[in-house]
C-alpha cells in the first residue's frame, strides 16, 4: 500500500514526486515515458532560470533532480485505469495493480489527428506528430506543418534550420501564438504561409509526396516529402470514468488540484488549468503533492 501514486512523468508528474520524495511519502511514479510533452519541445525561451534551453536538455534535468531521490519509478509502464475502492486507490496497468491512498493523474496529452485520408498509411512515412523527434529526416526537403498556434510555430523554427521549403497550413484566418515566435517565422524567407486552408488528403506511395489542400473552392496538390501535424491534443484521461470532466474531456480540479473523488488529485495538461505551459504544469505538479499530503496528514486509515 502505497501514499501515493502518481501517474505520469512530464513536468507535473516529476515535480508532484520530487516533492513527495521530500515529504518522505511511500511513493510510486508509473509512466510509459519521461518528458512528456516536454520532449517534444523545441526551443525554450520561457522557463524562468534558463535564458534559452531545448525541451530535451530541460527534461534531462527534471529527470536528473528526479533520480537524486531514487523513487521508485516503473517506466514504459502505462496506467489503464484508476479508481477510488472503498478507502483506497485501486490503479491497473498492462502489468500489475497497485494500491495507494492517494493519487495524482498527470497523465498529459496526445496528439490530435487529422481526421484525413492517408493519415494512416503515411503515419511514420513522412508523416510525424512529433518535429523535435523528426525534423532531422528531412534535412533539404520540402515539408508542411499543419496548424496555426504555437506547436506550429515551435515545429516551423525546428523545420527552418534543416529543410529547403516550410509550408504552415493553417485553417484559420491568421497565425495565432507567441508575439516573438510570429516574427521569426513571418520573417523566414524558406515559410510560406497557407491561412484559410484546410488539408484533405495525404498523397504519396511508400512514402508522403504531397498533400491535398483546399482554399475556399479551390483545390490543390502541395508537393511535399514530410508532414508535420500540429493541430492540437487530447487529454490522457480516458484511464479515469468517474472524475468530473469538461467537454473537452480534461479532468476538472479546483485550487487545491482536488478532483471531485476525495484521494484523487489531478495536475498538468491532463486538467482544465488555464494555460497548458511548461512552467505552469510544473507548479500544478508542485501543490497536487502538497495537497496529497495534506489530505493524508488529515485522515486516518
Not at 20 to 35: C, E, F, M
Not at 51 to 62: A, D, N, S, Y
Not at 107 to 125: D, Q
Request: with cysteine; charged share 25%.
Amino acid at each position: 500500500m502505497y501514499d501515493l501514486i502518481i501517474i505520469g512523468a512530464g513536468p507535473a508528474g516529476i515535480t508532484a514526486s520530487v516533492y513527495a520524495a521530500r515529504k518522505k511519502l511511500n511513493l510510486l511514479v508509473i509512466s510509459k515515458d519521461i518528458g512528456g510533452q516536454a520532449a517534444w519541445s523545441g526551443d525554450i525561451e520561457n522557463y524562468t532560470g534558463y535564458q534559452f534551453i531545448t525541451g530535451p536538455e530541460l527534461v534531462q534535468r527534471f529527470e536528473e533532480h528526479m533520480r537524486k531521490f531514487q523513487i521508485n519509478l516503473k517506466e514504459g509502464e502505462e496506467a489503464w485505469e484508476v479508481k477510488k475502492e472503498a478507502d483506497k486507490i485501486v490503479v491497473r496497468t498492462e502489468k500489475n495493480v497497485y494500491e495507494s491512498r492517494t493519487a495524482i493523474i498527470a497523465s498529459g496529452k496526445r496528439s490530435r489527428e487529422l481526421g484525413v485520408a492517408g493519415e494512416k498509411e503515411f503515419k511514420n512515412k513522412g508523416l510525424t506528430y512529433c518535429a523535435t523527434c523528426d525534423a532531422p529526416l528531412f534535412q533539404g526537403k520540402d515539408v508542411a506543418v499543419i496548424g496555426g498556434g504555437n506547436s506550429a510555430l515551435d515545429a516551423a523554427l525546428q523545420l527552418i534550420k534543416i529543410a529547403k521549403k516550410v509550408y504552415i497550413i493553417n485553417n484559420t484566418p491568421a497565425l495565432s501564438g507567441d508575439a516573438v515566435m510570429l516574427d521569426k517565422v513571418k520573417d523566414n524567407k524558406i515559410v510560406g504561409v497557407y491561412n484559410n486552408t484546410e488539408v484533405t488528403q495525404i498523397i504519396g506511395d511508400k512514402f508522403v509526396k504531397a498533400i491535398k489542400i483546399k482554399q475556399e473552392e479551390r483545390e490543390e496538390a502541395l508537393a511535399v516529402e514530410g508532414v508535420f501535424v500540429e493541430i492540437g491534443l487530447l487529454p490522457n484521461s480516458d484511464l479515469i470514468k468517474d472524475v468530473l470532466k469538461n467537454q473537452r474531456g480534461e479532468i476538472m480540479v479546483n485550487g487545491r488540484n482536488e478532483t471531485n473523488i476525495p484521494g484523487i488529485f489531478a495536475a498538468g495538461d491532463v486538467t482544465d488549468v488555464t494555460e497548458k505551459q511548461i512552467i505552469i504544469a510544473a507548479g500544478e505538479g508542485a501543490k497536487a503533492c502538497l495537497s496529497a499530503f495534506k489530505y493524508l496528514a488529515q485522515h486516518k486509515f
